[in-house]
């Protein structure tokens, strides 16, 4: 390129949003060759796309320092300005961002470009018109074309992060700043786009992607939105007007300001730009506002310049070519950039100057050298790595060995880690891609660069998910579009299994009457949520009170824990002073309904207490009716109401008194209400039913149950206790209903009139033995029952007989021989007649 001295040189200047680059695109194509040298990978790639599809992929090349894409054939080419291959014999050339050779760190090899790269037949620069007069004086017979802004870009104040207008990208100037805003407005806002100029192409179109589509209304970027990234924006705010150039935090020029400002509007679109602030460091100035809507900046009286055809005849004579002073007073010699840092230190190695004694070896140093320090390291840090780059780049064959190079790829393949972690491998895996893409590097460079390249695609589809999962939350942005104007419109679906959700995307659960936000919702969103939901559930909320309202029996369920209806719980029973009829207190969650339906629904919860009551313990509910009726008498209902707490199953003893004020019409009345009065339990034989059975464990809250259709337990059985309907008897305890059948039998043997009611007498084993008694829990029983166990005479048969005992007579225990061959005695009248 440098042989075209006298290709005729145009420069075409203005602010952005001009078409600057669109222009030097025509004008690409429109040559049989060429190349256009951009400011950032990223652009030298989005470019490139277009390019491509207009030319087609074996015609257009690709040439950054981590990525080559050269067709044998390619005839037009996009590269990064310090990639650009300066040798080329190419119709077109151009470089865009030229005033950039202004930038200390990068900004010689703008300004080598700007002197030395030309194209055969034409030669561009295009950039901001503060390049001018620099420009006059390098290259005096530059034709300067000036591009006027196709549309007005104006000042709209400052504005906070949760009044940012849709459509708006924020700048700030640290990956730390942009991570900062990109979690508020997510937030505030749904979440963010992200865009740094150290994302991958991939990460970076991904997030583009995002904006663009109106997936995410706002966009977070450092300065590299002002690079010509063609993006939809519409207002561009600033969260801070300090950046860190690499060698002290200071203020935006207004030059950088507006280039940064121009990204708003696009073609004839208007934009507008603005601070978070509206005082402070981080406000603007009048004048500085006036400047940048007028699009007029103070002109640059230099650029930065270093040698570009350096003296490789040895290492000093190198390291004096490159600090070499210019001779022109518009250029100023460059601070010491990395490159040249990292070769002073390796100078002072002696092993590497015994490996540099010629030109060629110098070289090689100067191109490790060139490593860029992708990881933000620092000049020592790199400077070790890029020494054991050139230790095997001077030595044997002159390859950097695939073992380590490969372990190096397989530390960095993985995607756990959070965003920084990501972002950090993916900055460590553009150091051996860029490696790999030097030819001369590896024995087999294509396959590393081909390796290397699905690892950074790896990586950046992980940095992706990453940061939307971060920094994008779809519900938020959904909801903030729709809950403008009146909330209770949303748009909310709620499908088969409760789960809530607008436009697909799932607020969270409605079990009944109880949101839930989704798991997934962070702490500081659930609140939006909830009130979302609240608004836009309140149709729900009102046919499911209605359909609780009319529910079926069927569709209402009781457990310890309370009444639920729909597998959520709608009611909690709290017991009172009549246990069958408890206290009904609906569960909070009822409350978004309004108060008559409320009382709607708790009736139709009392009706289907009571007529679950009727269905499963008729008995109790007999008793409880009888307990409340007056005209029963008040034995009746004080017996009917000791029953009634206590399940329908009463000892005796425990109403021992009233029982024996009971008189005959009060005995038939609690028959008709199917009450046994035995001689050890008062019971009501219904509640031993299996169904009643359970539903009084279930209304007292017992627990341990007996097998169903038991007659008789094992006393440590569960279940063997009076509270179950089980009498213990020693080593068994017996069905109620079964001991005064017993008791029964027991009465109807015994000898009749006269004394014969205590002469011993011989019951009939069978009933004992068919219910599963054995001979020692039959004597007990008897026992309890008021009889005594007698011997017979020794000349009687081998049988025992039972003598009955006198009221005052203390019971004595059943003797160890118990065989059903025993007589018993009665003690007096148990068994009520």
Same mark, same amino acid.
């Given at each position: ?32 060759? &060429? ?75 703008? !300004? ?20 001018? $007069? ?25 504005? %906070? ?25 997510? #937030? ?26 109106? *997936? ?60 978070? @602030?509206? *005082? ?5 100035? /009048? ?93 020592? /840090? ?91 939350? %779809? ?81 209402? @369920? ?23 009829? $408890? #206290? ?11 108060? $008559? ?32 009726? @007056? ?71 017992? !627990? ?10 094992? #006393? ?13 008897? &020693? ?35 069978? =009933?004992?033995?068919?219910?599963? =008694?054995?001979?020692? !829990?039959?004597?007990? =029983? ?10 017979? $005479? %020794? ?39």
């Amino acid at each position: 390129m440098s042989g075209f001295a006298n290709s005729p040189v145009t420069a075409v200047l203005g602010p952005t949003n001009t078409g600057k680059t669109h222009l030097a695109i025509e004008r690409l194509c429109g040559h049989s060759s &060429g190349m256009i040298g951009f400011p950032l990978r990223l652009l030298a790639r989005e470019v490139y796309d277009r390019v491509v599809a207009l030319k087609g992929p074996r015609e257009v090349a690709l040439v950054t320092g981590e990525e080559r894409i050269v067709p044998p054939g390619a005839r037009w080419f996009l590269c990064t300005v310090e990639s650009m291959p300066v040798n080329r014999d190419l119709g077109f050339v151009a470089i865009d961002e030229g005033q950039l050779g202004a930038d200390p760190e990068r900004g010689h090899v703008f !300004t080598d470009r700007i002197l030395r790269a030309r194209g055969r037949d034409e030669t561009m620069i295009l950039g901001s018109d503060t390049l001018r $007069p620099v420009l006059r004086k390098l290259v005096p017979d530059a034709e300067v074309i000036g591009r006027p802004r196709f549309s007005t870009l104006s000042y709209a104040g400052a504005k %906070k992060l949760s009044r940012l207008p849709r459509r708006s990208a924020i700048v700030a100037f640290s990956a730390e700043e942009v991570y900062a805003v990109a979690e508020t407005l997510r #937030r505030l806002r749904g979440g963010a786009a992200v865009v740094m100029g150290a994302l991958s192409p991939r990460t970076r179109n991904a997030q583009v992607a995002m904006f663009q589509s109106g *997936e995410v209304d706002y966009l977070v970027a450092t300065d590299a939105i002002g690079m010509g990234l063609n993006l939809d924006v519409d207002h561009v705010a600033f969260a801070s007007l300090r950046k860190f150039d690499g060698r002290r935090a200071r203020r935006l020029t207004v030059a950088e300001m507006a280039q940064i400002a121009g990204r708003a509007g696009r073609h004839q679109r208007d934009g507008t730009f603005g601070a978070l @602030v509206e *005082e402070g460091p981080g406000a603007f100035t /009048p004048e500085e506002i006036m400047a940048i809507e007028s699009h007029r900046f103070p002109a640059l009286d230099h650029l930065y310049w270093r040698e570009g055809e350096v003296d490789l005849t040895g290492i000093d004579a190198l390291i004096a070519s490159l600090e070499r002073k210019p001779d022109s007073p518009v250029l100023r010699a460059a601070p010491e950039a990395v490159d040249l840092a990292v070769l002073r230190r390796l100078a002072g190695e002696d092993w590497v100057r015994d490996r540099t004694r010629s030109p060629a070896m110098v070289a090689r140093l100067w191109a490790a050298c060139g490593l860029p320090d992708f990881r933000k390291l620092g000049a020592d /840090p790199h400077a070790r790595l890029v020494a054991r780059v050139f230790r095997h780049l001077s030595e044997g064959a002159g390859h950097i060995p695939h073992p380590w190079f490969a372990d190096e790829i397989a530390r960095l393949d993985r995607i756990d880690g959070d965003v920084e972690t990501i972002a950090g491998r993916i900055a460590a895996a553009r150091s051996w891609a860029y490696i790999a893409q030097r030819s001369d590097w590896l024995a087999d460079p294509a396959h590393w660069a081909d390796r290397t390249r699905a690892l950074e695609e790896k990586l950046s589809d992980a940095l992706h998910a990453g940061l939307t999962q971060r920094f994008v939350d %779809k519900r938020t942005t959904v909801l903030l579009r729709q809950i403008g104007a009146d909330a209770s419109n949303l748009p909310v679906v709620v499908g088969p299994e409760g789960e809530v959700s607008v436009e697909e995307h799932v607020l969270g659960q409605l079990t009944g009457f109880h949101f839930a936000v989704a798991a997934d919702a962070r702490v500081a969103d659930k609140r939006m949520l909830l009130a979302a939901a609240e608004k836009g559930l309140v149709a729900e909320y009102r046919r499911r009170g209605m359909m609780l309202a009319d529910a079926g029996a069927a569709d209402l @369920v009781q457990d310890d824990d309370g009444v639920f209806w729909q597998g959520a719980r709608v009611a909690t029973l709290d017991r009172t002073a009549n246990r069958i009829r $408890p #206290r009904i207190r609906l569960e909070r969650a009822l409350d978004v309904l309004d108060p $008559p339906m409320r009382q709607a629904a708790q009736a139709r919860i009392a009706r289907w207490i009571a007529e679950r009551l009727a269905a499963d313990l008729p008995d109790l509910a007999t008793l409880d009716a009888l307990r409340e009726n @007056v005209d029963a008498g008040p034995r009746v209902r004080a017996l009917a109401g000791l029953l009634v707490d206590a399940g329908g199953l009463l000892p005796r003893r425990a109403a021992g008194v009233l029982v024996e004020q009971l008189d005959a019409p009060d005995r038939k009345l609690l028959r008709k209400a199917g009450v046994t009065i035995g001689a050890l339990d008062i019971f009501a034989p219904g509640v031993l039913k299996p169904r009643a059975a359970a539903a009084r464990r279930a209304l007292f809250g017992l !627990t341990d149950a007996p097998r169903d259709g038991a007659t008789t337990l094992p #006393r440590n059985a569960p279940g063997a206790t009076l509270d179950h309907g089980f009498r213990p008897l &020693g080593q068994q305890a017996v069905r109620v209903d079964l001991v005064e059948r017993i008791a029964r039998a027991a009465h109807d043997a015994r000898p009749k009139g006269g004394k014969g009611g205590r002469a011993p007498f011989a019951p009939d084993p069978a =009933l004992a033995t068919s219910m599963g =008694l054995t001979p020692d !829990t039959l004597s007990r =029983l008897m026992a309890q029952l008021g009889f005594r166990s007698v011997r017979a $005479p %020794k000349d009687a048969p081998p049988r025992w007989v039972w003598k009955g005992l006198t009221p005052l007579a203390r019971p004595r225990p059943a003797p160890r021989d118990t065989s059903m061959g025993h007589a018993f005695a009665a003690l007096g009248e148990l068994i009520d007649d």
